[in-house]
């Protein structure tokens, strides 16, 4: 796969703040690209450089290797976006939002217009007013109004934030469909990281306008991450003991909860070990580090 956006030793100042600070970044052609960051860590910000919407106070960005510069505007035509809220005229019906940005667009097919809202799963409502829109549907508009134009890249900037269970899976199984089907190029900004775990390709994580790691979500998931989880009611005796008398150093304690990555460990052991002590066993089971728990201790929260 081919970079389609790169981003090369980015910063942004906001008069005496550096908002983003040397930001290094590849988003493969035909990929999900997740970008997991607290809010205000410099997400939207990098997005909006990349919409030409600020500009950068250093660095580069290039989207299918066209260098981006400060009259550079003929690239978007190959990018949809939702940068923050979608806005739309309420009390006009679905079909006549996305007729009107269609016609700014120079694009009039009604055609067209069915078949994004048939996508969407708007089809049916396409009559409707926006103003009886729900949170998931707006977004789902959104993201018809953003695909209208056929884009080889979308950019969505927390499309999840507020949705119920129901609207974030509608959500994710329709950005799966226009990379499978579409061949869209991907990038999304969210800090719920759980859902992106379901989606991404590649993580970028950033944090106080940093960016701390990129990463394919398949090497996550080859690591060694898989460690035995012990909940007890002295965890600093058990630390202890657990070193001692059965020599494991690889460990890592959480308040009560001591997590165990050697791999060699025998889980009856340690239990038979911790009872003879006078420990009491609140649980103990065996885990898989998720995406998440990788994206806090990256960010220095998890513990």
Do not use: C
């Given at each position: 796969?081919?970079?389609?956006?790169?981003?090369?030793?980015?910063?942004?100042?906001?008069?005496?703040?550096?908002?983003?600070?040397?930001?290094?970044?590849?988003?493969?052609?035909?990929?999900?690209?997740?970008?997991l960051?607290?809010?205000?860590?410099?997400?939207?910000?990098?997005?909006?450089?990349?919409?030409?919407?600020?500009?950068?106070?250093?660095?580069?960005?290039?989207?299918?290797?066209?260098?981006?510069?400060?009259?550079?505007?003929?690239?978007?035509?190959?990018?949809?976006?939702?940068?923050?809220?979608?806005?739309?005229y309420?009390?006009?019906?679905a079909?006549?939002?996305?007729?009107?940005?269609?016609?700014?667009m120079?694009?009039?097919?009604?055609?067209?217009?069915?078949?994004?809202?048939?996508?969407?799963?708007?089809?049916q409502?396409?009559?409707?007013?926006?103003?009886?829109?729900?949170?998931?549907?707006?977004?789902?508009?959104?993201?018809?109004?953003?695909?209208?134009?056929?884009?080889?890249?979308?950019?969505?900037?927390?499309?999840?934030?507020?949705?119920?269970?129901?609207?974030?899976?509608?959500?994710?199984?329709?950005?799966?469909?226009?990379?499978?089907?579409?061949?869209?190029?991907?990038?999304?900004?969210?800090?719920?990281?759980?859902?992106?775990?379901?989606?991404?390709?590649?993580?970028?994580?950033?944090?106080?306008?940093?960016?701390?790691?990129?990463?394919?979500?398949?090497?996550?998931?080859?690591?060694?991450t898989?460690?035995?989880m012990?909940?007890?009611?002295?965890?600093?005796?058990?630390?202890?003991?657990?070193?001692?008398?059965?020599?494991?150093?690889?460990?890592?304690?959480?308040?009560?909860?001591?997590?165990?990555?050697?791999?060699?460990?025998?889980?009856?052991?340690?239990?038979?070990?911790?009872?003879?002590?006078?420990?009491?066993?609140?649980?103990?089971?065996?885990?898989?580090?998720?995406?998440e728990?990788?994206?806090?201790?990256?960010?220095?929260?998890?513990?």
């Amino acid at each position: 796969m081919t970079g389609m956006i790169q981003i090369n030793q980015v910063s942004k100042n906001f008069k005496a703040t550096q908002v983003v600070s040397r930001v290094n970044m590849t988003i493969k052609e035909g990929e999900i690209y997740g970008f997991l960051g607290p809010n205000g860590a410099g997400k939207t910000t990098i997005m909006k450089m990349i919409l030409n919407l600020i500009k950068p106070t250093t660095g580069e960005i290039r989207v299918e290797n066209e260098l981006i510069q400060k009259n550079s505007y003929q690239y978007l035509k190959n990018i949809g976006n939702i940068i923050e809220t979608p806005v739309f005229y309420q009390q006009l019906t679905a079909e006549e939002n996305l007729s009107l940005h269609a016609e700014y667009m120079g694009k009039t097919s009604s055609a067209k217009i069915s078949e994004v809202l048939k996508i969407v799963g708007l089809e049916q409502v396409r009559n409707k007013l926006v103003t009886e829109f729900s949170l998931g549907m707006r977004q789902r508009l959104g993201i018809a109004r953003a695909i209208l134009t056929e884009p080889k890249i979308l950019i969505l900037d927390e499309p999840i934030n507020g949705l119920d269970p129901i609207g974030i899976k509608e959500i994710r199984e329709l950005l799966l469909y226009l990379k499978q089907e579409k061949g869209m190029t991907i990038l999304i900004s969210s800090h719920i990281v759980s859902e992106i775990e379901w989606i991404a390709d590649t993580i970028g994580v950033i944090d106080q306008g940093q960016l701390l790691k990129e990463v394919r979500m398949s090497d996550i998931r080859a690591q060694n991450t898989s460690h035995l989880m012990v909940e007890v009611d002295q965890p600093e005796k058990a630390l202890e003991i657990l070193q001692t008398k059965l020599g494991i150093q690889d460990m890592q304690q959480t308040h009560s909860r001591i997590q165990i990555y050697d791999q060699q460990v025998d889980q009856s052991l340690v239990t038979q070990m911790l009872v003879k002590a006078d420990i009491r066993i609140l649980k103990i089971e065996q885990n898989q580090e998720s995406l998440e728990e990788y994206f806090l201790n990256m960010i220095g929260k998890g513990k």
